[in-house]
């Protein structure tokens, strides 16, 4: 192989590898019966106790034929919508000096 081909051998390595590493970083996925559905809601048990209610659109895919009881695997991802500054953090006091 010439230096031509490594090089760009090389270059497709790192741009997939980078890919499939960003895409797997904030995805999250939940699994169990749905407990409700509304336009802009679905709420699932998990672990047989916690509801958890997942946030839906028009844009979510595979959300217009789901209904009560169904059991469903739900993939999500999370964004911060704000974020406050509390300052730095305290620092720890030092124990009895000896």
């Given at each position: 192989m010439n230096t031509k081909t490594l090089s760009l051998l090389?270059?497709?390595t790192l741009a997939l590898g980078c890919h499939s590493?960003?895409?797997?970083?904030?995805?999250?996925?939940i699994t169990g019966p749905v407990l409700?559905?509304?336009d802009n809601m679905i709420a699932?048990?998990?672990?047989?106790?916690d509801r958890w209610e997942i946030k839906k659109d028009?844009?979510?895919k595979g959300a217009s034929d789901i209904k009560v009881g169904?059991?469903?695997t739900i993939?999500?991802?999370?964004?911060?919508?704000k974020?406050?500054?509390?300052?730095?953090?305290a620092a720890p006091k030092d124990e009895k000096k000896k």
């Open positions: 090389a270059v497709a590493f960003a895409a797997s970083v904030n995805d999250y996925q409700e559905v509304t699932v048990q998990v672990d047989k106790k028009a844009s979510t169904d059991k469903v993939h999500y991802t999370m964004t911060a919508a974020i406050e500054n509390k300052g730095a953090a």
